[in-house]
């Protein structure tokens, strides 16, 4: 039986990072354009349009330059893949990393949020960062694909593996809220592996978060986001909302995502979509154990303050499930590949499914 329910720029602290400037910036990377919700765009299901936002913005032409360039000691190739991110290469010590261009007038508030957030290992640190005449480039650690791209792969995860890593997304918001900074525009491509087996996971960046001015307050009234992850008071336009209840909301539908296989709210036509939202009415589908549908329930919910908080969501029981022998044996921080292998299933296929 389907289960519904209706309501159910100060200074910049970066720790031993030291900030390079060079004499002038090389040939400008290319960025991807991100869409509008309101240019007939549909969010889809998975994979759809995963960075449109709500609100309109102007769509930019990429530039045509797309080979690697050079910056300081670093080499940087553009990722097909992985927007307005690059591959980095510092010739002098052989380090991989991922390097961030952000114009000079608005990086040191991209990153205003690093020198407030205590160091945690699920959520990205600065490693280096250079500054040219025009650009800022942000390098942060290699990471091992995204989580998108592995439910995109597997079509859906099992609870053990879902638990493992959902925990893993859980402890970096939680570790954000209680200090005083919101994510916004939360999804599963904003977490990404820190280790080839995928069995780490962290937060990518802290660049579209809102760091609160008062820790206690946490009203907000703009409404960019990603349409399928967007929750219901921010389509609503019932302004102002809490920026953390609207997080928690997003990881319903992450949780709801990597269990199932598709976003919870789905439609071709924008304006009926965002109207299921809105009305906050989602179907838990059958074959997930009670402990998981309790969860789901418990992030999505229409009304914002019946939703679980971030450390109330990790406290729920269905986080607390016995470990397999292997798990014992290897801990958590060391679980085997085979392990990460998602039993297979029958499953009609669909081009539109993960676009």
């Not at 109207?275 to 418990?298: D, F, H, M, N």
Request: charged fraction near 25%; include cysteine.
């Amino acid at each position: 039986m389907n289960l519904q329910w209706s309501s159910p720029v100060p200074c910049i602290r970066t720790g031993r990072v030291a900030h390079k400037r060079l004499d002038s910036d090389d040939q400008p990377l290319a960025k991807c354009a991100r869409l509008s919700a309101e240019s007939g765009d549909s969010p889809g299901l998975l994979g759809t349009s995963p960075g449109s936002p709500v609100s309109p913005v102007p769509v930019t032409v990429p530039a045509t330059h797309q080979g690697p360039s050079r910056i300081g000691p670093f080499l940087l190739l553009p990722l097909a893949d992985r927007e307005g991110m690059h591959s980095a290469l510092n010739t002098d010590t052989g380090d991989e990393l991922v390097c961030k261009v952000f114009d000079m007038g608005v990086y040191q508030e991209k990153i205003r949020a690093y020198g407030v957030l205590p160091a945690h290992k699920n959520v990205a640190g600065i490693r280096d960062i250079v500054l040219g005449e025009r650009k800022a480039y942000v390098f942060l650690d290699k990471d091992f694909g995204d989580m998108h791209t592995l439910v995109k792969g597997c079509r859906r995860l099992d609870e053990e593996q879902a638990s493992r890593l959902f925990r893993q997304v859980a402890l970096a918001v939680a570790h954000c809220h209680q200090n005083g900074i919101v994510l916004g525009d939360l999804k599963l491509r904003k977490f990404v592996f820190a280790d080839e087996k995928r069995t780490q996971v962290r937060l990518e960046s802290l660049e579209d978060c809102r760091v609160l001015e008062d820790p206690r307050d946490d009203s907000m009234s703009d409404t960019h986001g990603c349409p399928a992850y967007v929750s219901p008071e921010i389509l609503s336009g019932s302004a102002p909302y809490s920026g953390k209840m609207a997080d928690m909301w997003s990881l319903g539908v992450m949780l709801y995502t990597m269990l199932v296989g598709r976003y919870p709210f789905h439609d071709p036509d924008p304006a009926t979509l965002f109207s299921k939202i809105r009305r906050g009415q989602c179907c838990v589908p059958e074959g997930l154990t009670p402990k998981a549908k309790c969860l789901l329930q418990s992030l999505l919910r229409k009304d914002p303050w019946e939703r679980l908080t971030a450390s109330e969501l990790l406290a729920h029981p269905w986080f607390h499930r016995p470990r397999s022998p292997q798990e014992v044996a290897l801990g958590e921080q060391e679980v085997s590949l085979a392990e990460q292998t998602v039993p297979s299933f029958d499953v009609e296929e669909d081009d539109d499914l993960f676009c």
